[in-house]
């Protein structure tokens, strides 16, 4: 099976820009889903697709992806922001397994 | 309103077997794809499993062979049979609705947009 590998924590100031990065083979072939995790919560989908967000989801979020790294973008992050992130895509050894990424604190400042 | 509701969670000796249910309730969980994802006490998401549209099932390799992914479609729910339990199956254990959101040249494009509360599952002697 494949690893989806993030940096553990980063932080950012209210209103500024963060880039969260998630590396893996598997993103050679497929797009990253993202998710949002709050203590105590249900993970909520922000990310999917190429650049796409779900209803609801503030145009803050944004995707991209270069290579064997999928890079999720929050500007002007927020308060309410403050989770922890997690990039899912399917497995790269051509089973249809999925894998999520290790997750990254987002600390907002 | 499109919600998923789980149960059947709780504490279980080693070697022991549980099985999860997952409610849906404004869509059809036999017309998705649908995962089980499971998140042990202060680690990350780790998906388990996956049952098709079509019915073919999928698993994690920590799980193969133990585990069983099935759905009722007269109940609209979907289930998780956990035998040979370990302790580090403990976890809490979320079901989603894996929709499939588009297609485009590089081919179908998912996510998990629906999620249950979680069912907490504690394999403990």
């Known amino acids: 099976s494949s690893e989806l590998t993030q940096d553990p924590a980063v932080s950012v100031a209210l209103g500024q820009t963060v880039r969260i990065t998630c590396q893996g083979d598997?993103?050679?072939?497929?797009?990253a889903s993202w998710y949002q995790q709050k203590p105590g919560q249900a993970p909520v989908l922000v990310i999917y697709g190429k650049n796409n967000r779900p209803s609801g989801i503030p145009d803050r979020f944004s995707g991209s992806s270069s290579g064997n790294t999928a890079s999720l973008t929050i500007t002007g992050a927020q308060a309410e922001d403050e989770a922890d992130y997690y990039c899912?895509?399917?497995?790269?050894?051509?089973?249809?397994?999925?894998?999520f990424g290790t997750g990254t604190k987002v600390t907002v400042l | 309103e499109v919600q998923l509701v789980e149960s059947g969670g709780g504490l279980i000796q080693p070697g022991g077997s549980l099985r999860l249910s997952c409610a849906a309730s404004?869509?059809?969980?036999?017309?998705?794809?649908m995962s089980w994802v499971r998140q042990a006490p202060g680690k990350g998401l780790e998906w388990v499993s996956v049952i098709y549209s079509g019915g073919s099932t999928y698993y994690a390799d920590s799980v193969k062979g133990r585990f069983t992914i099935s759905r009722d479609n007269s109940k609209n729910t979907l289930y998780l049979q956990m035998n040979s339990l370990r302790a580090e199956d403990t976890a809490v254990y979320y079901c989603a609705r894996d929709r499939l959101y588009y297609y485009d040249s590089s081919g179908p494009h998912y996510g998990m947009d629906v999620w249950g509360q979680g069912t907490t599952v504690t394999v403990s002697s």
């Open positions: 899912n895509s399917r497995d790269s050894s051509g089973n249809p397994n999925y894998v």
């Open positions: 404004g869509f059809t969980v036999s017309s998705n794809y």
């Open positions: 598997s993103l050679r072939s497929y797009y």
